[in-house]
């Protein structure tokens, strides 16, 4: 069995038009972003060339349900549209605020959350992190959708590879003053625990991957490797320049990833993570 190489990208914010000026948003600069969107396929179509793209969530900042329509349709059309490889998604907390999920699912022409695809032998497993939302920002999985990862993990001798928005482990993020601190308990799904159980008591399970906190983390544990994608987005220490992070990891079929973030403006690769 082959290895896989898939890129991520999340938190891209797409929202342009609007006055964030005054609040958290100060720090994501919307006109950059169509251009980061166009840098980032050309990167993935010319250079990295990966299997698939898994999108992992926060498309929009939510406006109204017309204008959150609208730039999801334009995630679709600069993105997959573009790009010479399958991709998959997941919604975020911003996504679902005026748009409904199957909706949502229509816009992108993806299956409604949770779903399964294999692709070249690996077990790709996408769940809500959204059911419920909690106070705008965190996120639960429900009872219902437990019982189903506790079946997709356990059903076949396939490696799995899981996607949500929200992580799902401890990671570094109470110092990053993006992430305002009433915030921080919600940068989790909030019953994490019983969501990693299953996974890590599940057959072959390989890693987590999520979105959400505004920054990279990679975090190895004896049952299981936890990745959290840093956003498209978000601008520091001002608000231009921003670098237009994005992930790609290389996957063996036993377990070992390796992982290096990109950023498009320098454009480089700013970190490498291997969990062996
Ligand atoms: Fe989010």
Redesign the pocket.
């Known amino acids: 069995m082959d290895t896989i190489k898939i890129v991520f990208v999340?938190?891209i914010h797409l929202s342009p038009g609007q006055d964030w000026s005054d609040c958290i948003w100060k720090y994501t600069p919307n006109e950059e972003i169509p251009n980061l969107i166009e840098r980032f396929v050309s990167i993935v179509n010319d250079e990295l060339k990966p299997d698939l793209i898994i999108e992992l969530?926060?498309r929009i900042i939510d406006v109204d349900n017309n204008s959150d329509c609208k730039n999801t349709a334009a995630i679709f059309e600069e993105i997959d549209n573009k790009v010479k490889c399958p991709v998959f998604h997941v919604d975020?907390?911003?996504d679902v605020v005026h748009v409904g999920k199957p909706e949502l699912a229509r816009l992108l022409e993806n299956p409604e959350l949770p779903y399964v695809r294999i692709y070249n032998g690996y077990k790709c497993i996408f769940f809500d992190s959204l059911d419920p939302m909690i106070d705008g920002?965190g996120g639960a999985v429900s009872e219902k959708q437990l019982e189903w990862l506790r079946h997709e993990m356990n059903c076949d001798d396939l490696p799995k590879m899981v996607f949500s928005?929200?992580p799902l482990n401890y990671h570094e993020i109470h110092r990053n003053f993006l992430i305002p601190s009433d915030t921080v308990p919600l940068m989790k799904v909030a019953n994490c625990n019983e969501v990693r159980k299953i996974l890590e008591e599940g057959k072959r399970f390989l890693f987590h991957g999520s979105?959400?906190?505004?920054w990279w983390s990679f975090r190895v544990t004896p049952k299981g490797t936890y990745l959290v994608n840093p956003p498209l987005s978000a601008a520091h220490p001002e608000r231009i320049n921003a670098p237009g992070w994005f992930m790609e990891a290389d996957i063996w079929p036993k377990g070992k990833i390796d992982v290096k973030i990109h950023s498009i403006v320098p454009r480089r690769v700013v970190g490498n993570f291997v969990n062996c």
């Open positions: 999340s938190d969530g926060d975020g907390n911003h920002v928005h929200h979105g959400h906190l505004h």
